[in-house]
């Protein structure tokens, strides 16, 4: 399948596309709620990114550029990606689109955090996301899996 990763607007069409993925997600993986806090109509520069099929959003993501110097995670510190709440919908699954998001933000180049929801472990382990095993992460209460790029210096603190 040939799908095309595309930068969402924040509006009300975005708002509404969302509303689908609430019936199917989990509460706390929707990202409705992020976006009705930043709506601003057809605000370009959105953390959302998304695959149509026809009119029919039915992947997403957020997908956000951290500072290097707000790292708590690289050493030295750099510029990370953090994915969040990536999901597609229950009848589109199994057909590539979740990697295909995944590969869009493997793209930029930059090492990529991202804390999987529960059960999604063995998908991120097949993109080559590895978890990190540091006192931090669990003080802060997560459980991040970590991906590098080719030739990207692979050090955590």
């Known amino acids: 399948m040939d799908v095309k990763v595309e930068k969402l607007r924040v509006n009300y069409k975005t ?4 509303s689908k993925f609430k019936e199917y997600g989990l509460q706390e993986l929707s990202m409705l709620e992020d976006l009705q806090a930043n ?3 057809n605000d370009s ?27 708590r995670y690289f050493s030295p510190p750099k510029n990370y990606l953090e994915l969040w709440k990536l999901e597609v919908l229950s009848d589109y699954q199994d057909h590539g689109l979740g990697t295909a ?22 998908f991120w382990e097949k993109k080559d996301f590895a978890p990190v095993h540091y006192e931090t992460s669990r003080d802060l209460g997560e459980n991040p899996l970590i991906w590098f790029p080719k030739g990207y210096e692979e050090q955590l603190i």
């Open 45 to 71: 520069a959105s953390p959302f990114y998304g695959i149509y099929l026809a009119d029919l959003l039915v992947a997403r993501m957020s997908l956000y550029e951290v500072d290097a110097k707000y790292n």
């Open 39 to 41: 709506i601003i109509e």
């Open 101 to 122: 998001l995944v590969n869009y933000a493997k793209s930029f180049g930059l090492p990529i955090k991202t804390n999987p929801r529960a059960k999604s472990k063995e």
């Open 15 to 18: 708002l509404e596309d969302f």
